[in-house]
């Protein structure tokens, strides 16, 4: 169980789409994806932001 895991981000800028959490053993993303029309180009921001994200985990 992962009761101990912590949101350290939340992306408002593609609209809370995107969670991250950290654990002891790594990072963990959560994506949810709403029930109504999801579009490519939210997609895309999605891989944006997951893209600029993987880059700030490898500097730190």
């Given at each position: 169980?992962?009761?101990k895991v912590?949101?350290?981000f939340k992306?408002?800028?593609v609209q809370?789409?995107?969670n991250v959490y950290e654990e002891t053993s790594g990072?963990?993303?959560t994506l949810?994806?709403?029930q109504q029309s999801f579009t490519k180009s939210d997609l895309g921001e999605v891989i944006a932001?997951?893209?600029g994200l993987k880059e700030q985990i490898e500097e730190s």
């Open positions: 169980m992962a009761a912590k949101a350290v992306a408002s800028d809370g789409l995107v990072y963990y993303v949810g994806i709403p932001f997951l893209s």
